[in-house]
C-alpha cells in the first residue's frame, strides 16, 4: 500500500523517489515494485527517463486497500 500511495502521490516520477517516499529500503521496496509491475499495477511511462505511475488498475486497488484501512482504523 505505502509503495502504491508513493506512486500515486509522486505521478511520473522515479523508482529512487518512490522508494524514499514509501520508507523502504532498496531490496525490499525492488522486490514489491517489480512485483507491481508485473501484476500491471504500476507502470513505465514512455520517455528518456524511468518514470512511473499508477495504472487505472493500481489506482482502483489504492482506492480499496484504503477503505480497508479507514475500516480496520475505526
Known amino acids: 500500500m ?3 500511495s508513493a506512486t500515486a502521490k509522486n505521478k511520473n516520477t522515479k523508482k529512487t523517489r518512490i522508494m524514499q517516499s514509501a520508507y523502504l529500503q ?3 521496496f525492488d522486490k514489491y515494485f517489480t512485483y ?4 500491471g499495477l504500476v507502470e513505465k511511462k514512455h520517455s528518456d527517463e524511468e518514470n512511473y505511475e499508477l495504472t ?3 489506482d482502483e486497488l489504492l482506492g ?3 477503505k480497508v ?3 480496520l482504523k475505526k
Open 36 to 39: 507491481l509491475i508485473e501484476k
Open 69 to 71: 484501512d479507514e475500516i
Open 2 to 4: 505505502d509503495i502504491l
Open 56 to 58: 487505472e488498475k493500481g
Open 64 to 66: 480499496i486497500l484504503n
Open 26 to 28: 532498496w531490496k525490499n
